[in-house]
């Protein structure tokens, strides 16, 4: 059996993203979640990871150079050899020592269909405010590889979600954020798959039947 890629999430957030990860984890699975890197002491997501029993860590990324930012944070992957990184809501752009130390291993979800409505300042509700005022009929959920800008990474995989009549930022948002918490833990697995099988991974697509049961529950 090989043995599953230990992964490390970055998130300054709630964590919803990494419960899904978390969730989606078996025994035999390709991934296993070793630590949570935040940015922010109050972040829920580092409560869910001491709730999982993983190694819960604040890295401080304010008013420090990104050097050392860096250092502290190889040190740490090195130490759980870490081969994957998923950022979960992680709200600071990674250091570019990190992003070439971990080159395609890193991945990031974005709550619209990249390469539109994303950049520096898209997140949150801003990302859907503007797909709302642009008139886009369609948004969705984006997995995509990090490099050194804001969203501009390969794309991986994305998932569409239908943009409703009398659809507000928040409504929206909660609709893309169900996707994500479906698409994110599938796309991990596939990545993983293949590095595990010394494969480099292919773009991800949802099969007939996984949009399927994602219209039934009015995903889409
Ligand atoms: C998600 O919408 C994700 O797409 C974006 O940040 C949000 C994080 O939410 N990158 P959560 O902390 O996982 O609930």
Redesign the pocket.
Known sequence: MTPPVHAAVF?S??????QALLDHETANGPYRIVVVISDRGGAG?LERAEAAGRVARVIEVRNRPPEEVASETLSLLESLEVGAIF???YLRLVPSAVVSAYRRRIL????ALLPDFGGMGM?GERVHEAVLASGAKVSG?TVHYVDEEYDTGTIVGQCPVQVLPGDDAPALAAR??NV?HRLYPIVAEHVCEAWADGRVPGPFTLSPGELGSALERNAL
Do not use: K, Q, R, V
């Open positions: 998130a957030g709630s964590g919803t993203n990494l997501a950022l979960a809501g990031n979800i974005h709550p997140f959920a893309i954020l994500e």
